[in-house]
């Protein structure tokens, strides 16, 4: 059975002292009533290693945001995976729009992180999705399926287990429009056929395929509901304790 998960990305917010205050908020709201769903909350560097601590005996799971792309050495300003690893923290988010177009990460280098993290013993969420103009070109199965095969399609089906996807339409992420659960599932149902096309039925049904993008605590229901769509990997309503709690609360 795939894994229900509600992730957030905090993305460059909240200072070390505002991060251990919502993640104590959310421990402590979610101590009291418990998620039906897996709970992951993904924070800057600086955050890792005492939220992972905060966190330890309770349903929150950490992830980072990014790792290096080499293994150690002389790369001033960059942190391995198996520093995240040393943490305490789960999990990564990998090959997020931001940072592919931002930070200019292209798939090979992708991939060389997706390696290095599993190796490292983290789990990924990696992150595909298209732009409006490829939208509106119908082309989101082919981007979607190129990214999959750029960074991760090489895995092994024991190192498949350990990747999470989030399907995020560059269009719908931090600008309020969200895709509709239509819209959403039909390409949740595509990114799972490719999976099957490589990985077999059965694994690619114990994928969990996320959906991010503008995700609020009044479309998460919807969306949820769909059949291929496992929760959501979310930003901007992930860092307000109550909001974020609202989604997870999707899966009552
Ligand atoms: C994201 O960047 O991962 C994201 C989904 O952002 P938002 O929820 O703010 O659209």
Known sequence: MRKKIVAGNWKMNKTL????????ELKNILAVEKPNCEVIIGTPFIHLATLSELLKDSVIAVSAENCANKESGAYTGEVSAAMVKSTGAEYVILGHSERREYYNETPEIL??????ALANGLKVIFCIGESLAEREANKQEAVCKAELEGSVFHLSAEQWKNIVIAYEPIWAI???KTATAEQAEEIHAYIRKCVADVY??????DTSILYGG????SNAPELFGKPDIDGGLIGGASLKAPDFKGIIDAWK
């Open 17 to 24: 002292q505002e991060g251990v205050a919502l993640a104590t």
């Open 111 to 116: 991939k060389e992180k997706v390696d290095l």
């Open 174 to 176: 931090g600008t309020g």
């Open 200 to 205: 077999g039925a059965q694994a690619a049904d």
């Open 214 to 217: 503008s995700c609020k605590a």
